[in-house]
């Protein structure tokens, strides 16, 4: 799931209308966002395995603070509540914190066996990434769905919000089909980096939407 994941985040708009795209794409990827970070130093694992799905060669077999759904609960009512420290808004620190949560919930839906429940405890997943029809399927719904509610509840100030929203969802949609073709990187800690290169996509976020009103 990647696509899928900013498709809530565009989609969250409507709940939360003063809340900035950013934000929201900050929240829908946090697990994702922190994750390279603890692969990097070392703390979470990954092993490149070709084949072990049919859409992602990635084994994730120790990742429990960001992909436990224990800790991914406790991460949501953090930033949830972080959010909430720093807006007053509890509908929209609600809207950030179900977000996080949300990221455990769809990545509950194309991973194999691999999501512990707590650390150590049971794995879970519904495999999706072995079914890649219905799987592109619904990830492309939940994208398309969440740009239409993007859109449908906020206007362009300018032309960098005219443009500059739709240059996001290009980006976005082409950088997707481009991994689904790109094959298994060189090494982990390659991966990683270029996971990092996600955080990009919260200024982006922030940036246009601040030319919609």
């Known amino acids: 799931m990647f696509i899928g994941h900013f498709g809530v985040g565009l989609a969250?708009?409507?709940?939360?209308?003063?809340t900035s795209l950013g934000a929201l794409f900050f929240a829908a990827q946090?697990?994702?966002?922190?994750?390279?970070?603890?692969?990097?130093?070392?703390?979470?694992?990954?092993r490149i395995a070709p084949g072990i799905t049919k859409m992602s060669p990635f084994d994730f077999y120790d990742y429990p603070?960001?992909?436990s759904l224990l800790t991914a609960s406790i991460w949501s009512g953090l930033v949830g509540g972080l959010y909430y420290?720093?807006?007053?808004?509890?509908r929209a620190a609600w809207?950030?914190?179900l977000a996080v949560l949300s990221h455990w919930l769809l990545d509950l839906l194309v991973h194999r066996p691999d999501l512990p429940l707590w650390p150590g405890g049971p794995k879970v997943g519904l495999g999706l990434w072995n079914h890649w029809v219905l799987e592109t399927m619904l990830e492309v719904a939940i994208f398309v769905g969440g740009a239409w509610l993007y859109l449908s509840v906020t206007r362009?100030?300018?032309?960098?919000?005219?443009?500059?929203i739709w240059a996001l969802l290009v980006f976005l949609f082409l950088g997707w089909v481009s991994s689904l073709?790109?094959?298994?990187?060189?090494?982990?800690?390659?991966?990683?980096?270029g996971a990092l290169s996600m955080?990009?996509?919260?200024?982006?976020?922030?940036?246009?939407?601040q030319h919609r009103a």
């Open 12 to 18: 969250a708009k409507k709940l939360a209308p003063r």
């Open 30 to 46: 946090f697990l994702d966002l922190f994750w390279p970070i603890l692969l990097l130093l070392g703390i979470e694992h990954v």
């Open 65 to 67: 603070i960001t992909h």
């Open 85 to 90: 420290a720093l807006r007053r808004s509890a």
């Open 95 to 97: 809207v950030m914190g």
């Open 156 to 164: 362009a100030r300018d032309n960098i919000g005219r443009y500059g």
């Open 181 to 193: 073709f790109a094959g298994a990187p060189p090494n982990e800690r390659s991966m990683a980096w």
């Open 199 to 209: 955080w990009i996509l919260v200024p982006w976020g922030w940036w246009v939407d």
